[in-house]
């Protein structure tokens, strides 16, 4: 197994792009460029952690390369989360369970069954790797309990809000 030790420019130039942006913004403003460049810096940003985690991912291989690749993409939701609900305080309340709800949505039965349907039509017979899925599920559900079923059963508001606690 041969891995090359070079690491593609553009995983580092955007990084510094959204680094210098983020410098420029006492000076600059906030405004609609530089918030449409923060936006396609971020977007790029993301490419660039999620192409780091499958190189460690690769490199280390089953069942942990899985693993690596689950937990990179969850802190990347749980800061992009946590940064809009930061911005917007006021509006924020019901904004991670939301989110949430939209990822196992999302998870569940568009890529699940966007695979399913082009695997079949293609290969028309599809292999099943447990460990890979089985990590994937293990942090689908343990958000969607924090998220979702743990503020109705709390008793700290009217709702399905947390308790001071």
Known sequence: MSFSLRTPWWTC?????????LASVPFTGSGRLVASAAFILLIAAVFAAVYHAEVIA??????????????????????????????????????ARDTVFAAVIIACNGIVGLSLL???????EQDFHVEGTSSALAVLT???TLTMIVPNVTVGGVGATFSNP
Do not use: K, N, Y
């Open 142 to 144: 343990a958000l969607t």
């Open 13 to 21: 130039i955007w990084l510094a792009l959204g680094l210098g942006l």
């Open 118 to 124: 082009v695997g079949g039509v293609r290969h028309h």
């Open 58 to 95: 690769h490199r280390i291989g089953e069942p942990f390369g899985t693993l690596v690749l689950a937990v990179a993409v969850t802190i990347i939701e749980v800061g992009l989360i946590v940064a809009a609900m930061i911005s917007h305080p006021e509006g924020s309340s019901g904004l």
